[in-house]
């Protein structure tokens, strides 16, 4: 890899996110929102943007999901191997409380198609000299307590901004605060500001700020108590107007938002959810996308080379998958279906059958995501898989580890795998980590997603399986609002619809769910295999040339990185 100090200062746009996936061994995420911003920087190194990031060491990881025969989650320690992490001399110093407490940084740097690095800095407080209670706090991701979490985010923040500095990244000019986690980057960078009045101040912050919320519930910001802040941080502004709410608390998103000049929620209905939640602030839309090559399997990635020479540094060029003969398409599926079932096959000795219509389900196993919809009427689903063309079905996920509710969804869907497995194959795979999320995106055939609306921002397991020709079928939230196009993409589950009554929600879904599964899918796959494998081709020249990060960071380039100030 080349020197990096060579290219020292011409970095201009900072990344700031509490997990950043950088790759599958590296464990420093625990879900979408970390895939996302490892996504993003892949995309940023492609198209030779002069952008960084920053986040945690995370070293002991989010956790390694080990499941016994009932459905019960057990948590173990998932350290990785840091041989791929430079550790750089670097330390700085931060305040906590009355405490110093030292960070350090250790740098990876991802290099895009061309020679084009972008680096990501690991901040570690584990560091001779620290107490114990801050030496950890760089291990676990999204670890217990709410002291925890709030003196992560001053390192993230505050150290993250020192270290850029020690760094001597002299010429950033914009500073992408990910999710409320990193907002108190914006605290340092206004603490920090050498102008002589608050409003000056404020104004120079918020023309180097960008914020980006993914969270369309309250329940899921960070709010804590004014006094608790003040305990660990002494300098926290709190005078400035409007930046403690009425009640003394304080929303981390809040932060975000009031110090950024450019906010955007993740996709369009987001948007308008984010819109209503802080009436106070303009809030962008740009859809998010994934990193193409990261998650096209080999055999997709083959005949794109052969058909699409380009797509690897012009996503965009996906469009043109109208060329790739549908009997091409249909084989490179059938390599990363076997690749799934063979996988299957090597952890649970069970063998799915390479010619049965397959589903895929794996996301975070939490209420609104709905993970046992399709279970909704366990009879009606048996009765379609008897008469109307043959079923089976793949799980995977993880529950966070207070969510008790979450994991015991997971053991629901054991105990429906083992009470009717006689009568239908369901598989749940344990460590839902980004090499299982790329074998069963691209290795099913269609990709359910039932989220309540309007819960999910955006999702994105679901514009990785479209860089593999799987149709994608889900409720109408997040980005499938935009993605889905009637007949040509997938399906969409329900109608665009709000209510109250949950029982009645989820019961109209589940009978939208089997009634596209019985008239529309199966009699698509089974009956008429030239308009299925047209429905893949669709699905990858409609939606993965356009979902995908090169298209987004262009927006965030286009409507904010790059727009001259005058
Ligand atoms: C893509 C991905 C996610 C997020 O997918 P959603 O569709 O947002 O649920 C979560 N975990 C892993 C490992 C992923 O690769």
């Given at each position: 890899m080349k020197n990096l100090s060579s290219k020292k200062g011409k970095y201009k746009v900072a990344y700031f996110s509490m997990e950043i996936a950088l790759e599958n061994g590296i464990k420093t995420y625990a879900g979408g929102l970390g895939v996302l911003a490892g996504d993003t920087l892949r995309s940023a190194a492609d198209l030779g943007l002069p952008m960084l990031g920053v986040t945690l060491l995370n070293n002991l990881?989010?956790?390694?999901?080990?499941?016994?025969?009932?459905?019960?989650?057990?948590?173990?320690?998932?350290?990785?191997?840091?041989?791929?992490l430079k550790k750089l001399p670097n330390q700085v110093k931060v305040k906590i409380g009355r405490d110093d407490v030292s960070v350090g940084v250790w740098e990876y740097l991802i290099q895009g198609q061309g020679e084009y690095l972008v680096p990501v800095y690991l901040l570690d407080t584990n560091i001779l000299g620290n107490l114990p209670k801050y030496s950890s706090l760089t291990g676990q991701l999204y670890g217990p307590g709410k002291d925890y979490r709030l003196m992560q985010e001053i390192i993230l923040g505050r150290a993250g901004i020192k270290i850029l500095q020690s760094l001597k990244h002299r010429y950033i000019k914009k500073f992408h605060i990910n999710e409320g986690h990193g907002s108190l980057a914006a605290i340092e960078l206004f603490l920090n500001s050498k102008e002589k009045n608050t409003a000056d101040k404020l104004d120079e912050v918020r023309r180097k700020c960008v914020f980006t919320t993914h969270t369309p519930v309250f329940a899921g910001h960070d709010v804590f108590p004014l006094e608790f802040i003040l305990e660990y941080q002494k300098d926290f502004p709190y005078k400035l107007k409007s930046l403690v709410d009425k009640d003394k608390k304080v929303n981390m998103t809040k932060i975000g938002l009031y110090f950024s000049n450019f906010i955007n929620g993740v996709a369009l209905s987001h948007q308008k959810v984010s819109n209503k939640m802080f009436p106070n602030y303009p809030i962008h839309a740009i859809t998010n996308g994934v990193h193409s090559e990261t998650w096209t399997s080999p055999a997709f990635a083959k005949i794109y080379d052969k058909y699409i020479p380009n797509w690897r540094n012009s996503n965009l060029s996906l469009r043109n998958a109208f060329n790739i003969p549908l009997s091409t398409i249909w084989q490179a599926h059938q390599k990363s279906k076997k690749a799934l079932l063979d996988y299957i096959y090597k952890k649970q000795k069970v063998r799915l059958e390479q010619n049965v219509f397959t589903i895929g389900f794996a996301r975070r196993f939490t209420g609104y995501k709905r993970s046992n919809l399709l279970f909704q009427d366990i009879k009606k689903l048996l009765h379609i898989h008897k008469n109307v063309g043959e079923i089976q079905i793949i799980y995977a996920g993880k529950a966070h580890p207070n969510d008790d509710d979450g994991k015991n969804l997971i053991k629901e869907i054991f105990r429906i795998k083992d009470k009717y497995k006689s009568e239908i194959k369901i598989v749940f795979l344990e460590g839902y980590e980004m090499k299982l999320a790329k074998l069963m995106i691209s290795g099913v055939d269609v990709w359910l997603n039932t989220p309540l609306p309007?819960?999910?921002?955006?999702?994105?397991?679901?514009?990785?399986?479209?860089?593999?020709?799987?149709p994608h079928f889900s409720t109408l939230d997040g980005w499938w609002i935009e993605g889905y196009i009637k007949d040509k993409t997938g399906w969409a589950i329900g109608k665009k619809r709000n209510g109250t009554n949950l029982i009645e929600l989820n019961k109209k879904d589940a009978e939208s769910l089997y009634y596209n599964l019985e008239k529309n899918i199966l009699p698509r796959y089974y009956g008429n295999p030239r308009k299925w494998q047209e429905t893949m081709q669709h699905t990858i020249a409609i939606n993965a040339s356009f979902f995908n990060t090169e298209r987004m960071l262009q927006q965030y380039i286009q409507e904010n990185y790059f727009v001259s100030e005058t």
């Open positions: 990881g989010y956790f390694k999901q080990k499941i016994n025969d009932k459905g019960d989650q057990e948590e173990l320690v998932s350290n990785y191997d840091f041989s791929k309007p819960n999910e921002a955006s999702g994105t397991s679901g514009m990785k399986a479209a860089h593999n020709g799987v």
